[in-house]
């Protein structure tokens, strides 16, 4: 299994990103994936995460409102559109694939991970 993350970058507050990351060697429709981020001393948390049928969100309340997760099961690709973003948001982000069928915190609840892409917000 392979997931591989990109649209990273460097951007101003306010500005908006979107993120991609794309998997091979799973049947991608059958699982739940999320999107993490790790900021520099921090701990991984989760931002966002879509259920395998697409048939629910969940947000992290820091996010809610600006961040957007969907998936396109036939490109076995889930996205993340940030929009309005802050020097907080500033961190690596990672696409993960759930063990199960719901969207958990807890990154120990992940099976594959992809690489992670830098995003960076300047004031």
């Known amino acids: 299994v392979q997931l591989q993350a990109s649209g990273g970058g460097l951007v101003q507050a306010g500005d908006s990103l979107r993120l991609s990351c794309t998997a091979s060697g799973l049947t991608f429709i059958s699982y739940t994936t999320a999107w993490f981020r790790q900021a520099p001393g921090k701990e991984r948390e989760l931002v966002a995460g879509v259920r395998r049928t697409s048939s629910g969100t969940d947000y992290a309340d820091s996010v809610k409102g600006r961040f957007t997760i969907s998936r396109d099961n036939a490109k076995n690709t889930v996205y993340l559109q940030m929009n309005s973003l802050k020097p907080e948001d500033t961190a690596t982000y990672y696409c993960?694939?759930?063990?199960?069928?719901?969207?958990?915190?807890?990154?120990?609840?992940?099976?594959?991970w992809g690489q992670g892409t830098l995003v960076t917000v300047s004031s």
């Open positions: 993960a694939v759930a063990r199960s069928g719901l969207v958990r915190a807890n990154s120990a609840e992940y099976a594959w």
